[in-house]
């Protein structure tokens, strides 16, 4: 995470606003935003910390995932950066996009080049840095997001008892208007017009009730594909945009809020970073223990929806 820390009261005194107003509607107490570190360098440094943990040295690793919907770039990939940056010379490297669901998408992803046989192992990175892509002037998108990275190492091994078990995904493009942020286009030298760029936009009731159908809708599927009980579950590690739209999927999966770890108050909604985070953290505190089952749960922009079964 960005060590800098920006509270709702910091932004209220640049924009009007409150954190009554922040807190009470999201969650959200604070946000960490860079300075100036860029997206790859926020990579880098959780892929340092999940290379630490799995033991394993960068050179070993074979593919590098980078899910990230704010690029530094459009080329060099932020994949290739972070490969710079953590030596890991002997790893394909590439971004995907799927938003906030990209962590999803991407450990997917990987985990499908693992079953085929492709690849022995992978980092898988979500990183996003929101706060150059939002817009400080609008005060009903700003106070959603935050800066951050998060990362894990997966490795093959026949195991039944342990690992990813099953992801699903799914997309609806024509839904994707609800939430956009335009890359830079209509740059044309036959019309002469220079590149328009724009900041991120949301429909934030639209995307609220999306997020509190799919979500509940793609876990219950997972577990129906699984044949898994919803209580065998330990905890359902959802994507951090709204602590009421977790509380919503809660209520709708018929579980307790208990069982759906949640640390929005203190990033806000760092989009492909956040699965990993709090993943992270929970590990750190030593809340997860071997043979607990896991459910992932993203949605976001595209509009874009995934969720994961996994034995830790
Ligand atoms: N501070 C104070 N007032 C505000 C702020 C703010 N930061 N932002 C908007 N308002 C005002 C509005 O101007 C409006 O005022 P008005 O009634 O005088 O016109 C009023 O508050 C209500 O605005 P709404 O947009 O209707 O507020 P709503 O209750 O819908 O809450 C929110 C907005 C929190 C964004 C909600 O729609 C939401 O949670 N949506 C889900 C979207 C989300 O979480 N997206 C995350 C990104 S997407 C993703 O991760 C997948």
Redesign the pocket.
């Known amino acids: 995470m960005p060590e800098k820390r920006v509270t709702n009261d910091d ?1 209220a005194k640049i ?4 954190d009554e ?2 807190r009470s ?2 969650g959200i107490g604070e946000r960490r935003i860079t300075e100036e570190k860029t997206t790859a360098n926020l990579a880098a440094g959780a892929a340092r910390k999940a290379l630490d943990d799995s033991g394993m040295e960068a050179c070993e690793i074979e593919l590098i995932l980078v899910a990230t919907s704010t690029p530094e770039y459009y080329f060099p990939n932020t994949a290739c950066e972070v490969q710079a940056a953590i030596g890991a010379e002997n790893a394909a490297a590439f971004d995907l996009s799927a ?3 990209g962590f999803i998408f991407a450990l997917n992803t990987a985990h499908a080049f693992l079953q085929s046989g492709m690849y022995r192992n992978a980092l898988v990175i979500g990183a996003d840095v929101m706060s150059k892509v939002v817009d400080w002037k609008d ?7 935050g800066d951050g990275a998060g990362a894990v190492v997966i490795r093959s091994e026949d195991s039944e008892k342990e690992g990813i078990r099953q992801g699903i995904m799914g997309s609806e493009g024509k839904g994707g208007e609800v ?1 956009t942020c335009r890359a830079r286009s209509n740059a044309n030298f036959l019309t002469g017009k220079e590149p328009d760029t724009d900041y991120l936009y ?1 429909n ?2 639209e ?2 009730k999306f ?1 509190v159908k799919k979500v509940p809708e793609c876990i219950t599927r997972l577990l129906e594909e699984t044949k898994t009980e919803k209580e065998e579950i330990t905890y359902f590690l959802l ?1 951090q ?2 602590y ?2 977790i509380e919503a999927a809660a209520k709708r999966l018929k579980l307790p809020i208990e069982k759906f770890p949640m640390n929005i108050e203190h990033y806000g ?1 760092t ?1 492909g970073a ?1 699965i990993p985070i709090l993943l992270d953290e929970m590990n750190r505190r030593g809340e997860l223990k071997r043979g607990d089952k896991l459910v992932l749960a ?4 595209g509009l874009t929806w995934g969720a994961m079964l996994l034995t830790w």
């Open positions: 932004l924009m009007d606003t409150s107003w922040i509607r999201t938003a906030c669901s005060r009903s998108t700003c106070v959603l997001f939430l949301m934030g009731q995307v609220f997020a994507h945009a709204n009421r739209i909604n989009s956040s993203g949605f976001g922009a």
